[in-house]
Structure formats: structure tokens, C-alpha cells
């Protein structure tokens, strides 16, 4: 039964690609209800998603971004009530220190075994590790009002970051990590496996 929607981001902050993008036209379909490709916008990000929740078809969504700097694929535990960011999106809406919700709780945390995951994950040997901060971004703004809207309807969500891919890094310092499409898709498609 196909009961995932699956979403990724255009690219943004001067970069042509965004390996969350480019990775969602290639995973395959199976169990896969829908694709999103989302604009970096923290308003618009979150309406196209809330309005594909709401049908109730989906009990699970996953979110992928790029955080360019990390060298694995990244399952984030946390998401934060906080928007601080260095710079805008693409409404050029920029916010420090501005918290996404009054009255919601600091932080959500993932409702998935994700350590279980990366255990197995690292016995077949994939650049999968636990992450505790999804940033305070778009990203992490997006899986947290996903998390206080939708969770109480019996939605799981998890929020997947991935890294620059080489080609992203060849005008960047040499130090900057990077890994292949396919890897990340290996990755994906492990943690797609689990959660089916």
C-alpha cells in the first residue's frame, strides 16, 4: 500500500541543484503516494504540505533538505520552536531569534526507532547517522509545524538531511564534504524500507 508523501526542496542560497530535489525524481515509486517538490519558503513550505495532510491519506511523511557541510545523511531527532537564520527565504522573509509557535513545546522529537535504524544502517555499511539538530532554517520550521498540526491526527513525520553533492563542491573549499546522488539514495530507499 503506497501511504508516503515524500517531499524535497528547489534549490536555493546561490546553489543551481539541491540533492533533495534531484533525489525525489529518482527514488521509485513504491510505496510512495506523492512527491512534493517545495519552494524555501517557511509560509508557502508548510501550506502545500498541510494541504496534502489534511486529505488523510497519508500516514507518514517524509522531508528531505540539503545541509550543505555534513558528509552523511542525516535523520534529524529533533525539530525546534525557533527561527534564526543568517539568511532569507525566498519571500526574503528573514527572522532572528522568532519562535515558530506561542505556545507549542521547545522541541518535537522523532517518532521513528531511528537509532535502531543507523545500527543497522552502519552493519551495511551506509553514510546514515543520527542528528540532533535539524537547524532553525526552513527545514526545521517546516518539520515542526508538521509535527504540531499533524501528529495529533496519528501522523509521523521525520525530517531527513542530506549533503552538497561533489558537483556542488567544486567552487567551495576542498574540505567540503559531499557524497553521490547514489548513496543518498541507498540511504532513502533503506529508511522507505523500515518504515513500509
Known amino acids: 500500500m503506497k501511504s508516503i508523501l515524500l517531499t524535497g526542496f528547489r534549490?536555493?542560497?546561490g546553489e543551481l541543484?539541491?540533492?533533495?530535489?534531484?533525489?525525489?525524481?529518482?527514488?521509485?515509486?513504491?510505496?510512495?503516494?506523492?512527491?512534493?517538490?517545495?519552494?524555501?519558503?517557511?509560509e508557502k513550505?508548510?501550506?502545500?504540505?498541510?494541504?496534502?495532510?489534511?486529505?488523510?491519506?497519508?500516514?507518514c511523511v517524509i522531508m528531505l533538505g540539503q545541509a550543505g557541510g555534513r558528509a552523511q545523511v542525516c535523520l534529524e531527532r529533533f525539530v525546534v520552536n525557533?527561527?534564526?537564520?543568517?539568511?532569507?527565504?525566498?519571500?526574503?522573509?528573514?527572522?532572528?531569534?522568532?519562535?515558530?509557535?506561542l505556545h507549542g513545546p521547545e522541541a518535537f522529537q522523532a517518532q521513528f526507532p531511528i537509532d535502531n535504524w543507523i545500527t543497522l544502517a552502519q552493519s551495511k555499511n551506509l553514510p546514515l547517522v543520527v542528528?540532533?539538530?535539524?537547524?532553525?532554517?526552513?527545514?526545521?520550521?517546516?518539520?515542526?509545524q508538521v509535527a504540531e498540526n499533524f501528529s495529533v491526527?496519528?501522523?509521523?513525520?521525520?525530517?531527513?538531511?542530506l549533503p552538497f553533492l561533489p558537483e556542488q563542491t567544486l567552487n567551495k573549499t576542498p574540505e567540503t564534504p559531499s557524497?553521490?546522488?547514489?548513496?543518498?539514495?541507498?540511504?532513502?530507499e533503506f529508511v522507505l524500507g523500515k518504515i513500509v
Open 82 to 101: 525557533l527561527i534564526d537564520s543568517e539568511i532569507p527565504d525566498e519571500d526574503q522573509l528573514l527572522f532572528k531569534g522568532k519562535r515558530i509557535s
Open 11 to 13: 534549490s536555493f542560497a
Open 131 to 144: 542528528s540532533n539538530s535539524a537547524g532553525t532554517y526552513v527545514c526545521n520550521s517546516l518539520s515542526y
Open 153 to 161: 491526527r496519528g501522523v509521523k513525520s521525520l525530517f531527513i538531511h
Open 17 to 42: 541543484i539541491n540533492p533533495s530535489e534531484l533525489l525525489l525524481n529518482i527514488i521509485p515509486d513504491h510505496f510512495i503516494a506523492k512527491k512534493l517538490i517545495l519552494p524555501v519558503s517557511y
Open 179 to 188: 557524497l553521490s546522488l547514489e548513496e543518498m539514495q541507498k540511504c532513502l
Open 45 to 59: 513550505s508548510f501550506s502545500m504540505v498541510s494541504a496534502e495532510l489534511q486529505t488523510g491519506k497519508y500516514p
